[in-house]
């Protein structure tokens, strides 16, 4: 039977047989329906594009208005693997002639995931907690990721004392640029298609164009791969949470593109990364915080997504309803004074992709204390990141960065001041703000903004042991009222 693949199912493990007939549909209407990044678009159709000319006559590339016209219009009966969303789930379900097939684009399953939620897999008997830490841990020992029979290889599960420091005194970690293509003929085809939808009015787009960088083939996802484990991934570690504004990267993999096209799958990932220790390439320390991040978080993530329901994105815990400013929905960072937030908004709109620590807690740390709309705010994530998707981003936004859950994924909200970034960064040293000031007009609105957050949502938080001591001081606070006033003043202009 000939299969239907998604934009996110381009790898061969999508297929049964590699001489399987594929179909490919592009729909206009999705280009139309959201404000995409432009250099997402352009990755999304260059990797359909490619796979298209890859597979050759065993591909009918089609280009409908939306996908349920060419499929009701095909004339054979079709097989597609479960879609990665709830709504596409739905619609593929309800499509008369096709039929659902298990998915290849995790390691775990949402049956998998399930089972270790509910407590079966926990050994527990019922579950006492829901903690990324122990599903982690189950993931090690049931795939055998870097154990020495039963125990963890190194004696530890969680080398995050050795990782997670601050930068280094100087601009840049002095490693090789990540791994980045060469453009083709399709990209440039691409190219051109997406500047006739936008000039005809079919697509608005947001952020800027730019050269391809990240894998849009099988071949390139496996390069890129490669060029990280052999370059990269030993320095990976020890700079995982930190920023610096001259080195986009970091030693990030910049792999989640690949990984959420399906053009790789997680298990080749982190067995990539195991090997490069076995051989003595990478220490024990850089190579756990990776695969914590593959096996572990992204894992987490997709059953979160499908475990929690099809009405998790609209969770709202604190009842923030701000809509988010134009400033910020347009990714001005010319109009930010704000040293961090600019530089963040601006690789944002610049190469549609900035790290997890960027995301976490400069844009959804300052959202959070605004108290921006989180059903918007993942909507934003998922159109402006060339990685995002439905259910990358709605536990990462909703849960992990907006606490709109109310603490299923996060034990407590992720609210930090300027002296967080000031620790984990070198934003401040030139900015006009300070980060240990919370009033005047060098009041860093970071560090003010989380005393406000606090004032604001103080009786919804009380309960939270974690947030005991903040609360107490935000009690003793002298200057609470007018650090209030002046960011209710600041109003929802750019810093």
Known sequence: MRRWLFADQLGPHFLDDPDQPVLLVESTRVLARRRFHRQKAQLLLSALRHRARELGERCDHRIGATYGEVVADYGEPLEVPDPSSWPARRFVTDLPGVTVVPTAYTATSRDDFATWADGGGTGTGGRRRLLMEDFYRWQRRRFGVLMDGDSPVGGRWNFDHDNRQPPPRRPHLDLPEPWSPSETEVDAEVREHLERLERDGHARFRGADGPRRFAATRAEAGQALDWF????????????????????????????????????????????????????????????????????????????????????????????????????????????????????????????????????????????????????????????????????????VVGMSQYADGGLMATKPYAAGGAYIHRMSDYCGGCRYHPSHRLGDDACPFTAGYWVFLDRNAEALAANPRLRRPLAGLARLADRAAVTAAEHHRGPGPP
């Open 229 to 396: 484990v052999r370059h990269r991934l030993a320095d990976f570690g020890p700079y995982e949470d930190a920023m610096l504004a001259g080195d986009w990267a970091m030693a990030h993999s910049t792999l989640s593109p690949a990984l959420n096209l399906g053009l790789l799958h997680p298990l080749e990932v982190v067995a990539a990364a195991e090997q490069a220790y076995r051989r003595g390439e990478a220490p024990i320390a850089s190579v756990e915080g990776f695969v914590r991040q593959v096996l572990g978080w992204r894992e987490y993530i997709w059953g979160i997504y499908w475990w929690a329901g099809e009405d998790y994105a609209d969770r709202n815990a604190l009842g923030a309803r701000t809509p988010l400013p134009r400033w910020f929905d347009d990714l001005d960072a010319d109009a930010v004074g704000a040293a961090c937030l600019s530089d963040v908004l601006a690789g944002v709109r610049d190469r549609g992709w900035v790290h997890h620590i960027p995301r976490l807690m400069v844009l959804g740390n300052w959202a959070l204390q605004r108290g921006y709309d989180p059903r918007a705010l993942t909507d934003f994530f998922h159109e402006s990141f060339v990685d995002g998707y439905a259910w990358v981003m709605a536990p990462n």
